[in-house]
Nanobody, 114 residues
């Protein structure tokens, strides 16, 4: 099993930046797929970005060029650097890991508003 704890959410103005962190309860060296999803009010949860153990990344079209996902295996942590934030990025952001089953964090709120 894997427990995931997100942090780093908050309120930011349009055009601002935030960095989300996802700390895992165990080594992530052999967790092939980790990433971030988000869910806005009244909408379905959607993929934001994923990263494999080899460092391959994948992004939703809506965040390409603005968001960067990375992982630090020594710290058992996955990051999501978010720049040029827009009001439509407002959502609860969830960390996930695929390790046999899918595991989810509790979510962290990101609000982009002036």
């Amino acid at each position: 099993q894997v427990q995931l704890v997100e942090s780093g959410g908050g309120l930011v103005q349009p055009g601002g930046s935030l960095r989300l962190s996802c700390a895992a309860s165990r080594t992530i060296l052999n967790i092939n797929a980790m990433g971030w999803y988000r869910q806005a009010p009244g909408k379905q949860r959607e993929l934001v970005a994923t990263i494999t153990s080899s460092g391959s990344t994948n992004y939703a079209d809506s965040v390409k060029g603005r968001f960067t996902i990375s992982r630090d295996n020594a710290k058992r942590t996955v990051y999501l650097e978010m720049n040029s934030l827009k009001p439509e990025d407002t959502a609860v952001y969830y960390c996930y890991a695929r390790y046999g089953a899918d595991y989810w964090g509790q979510g962290t709120q990101v609000t982009v508003s002036s």
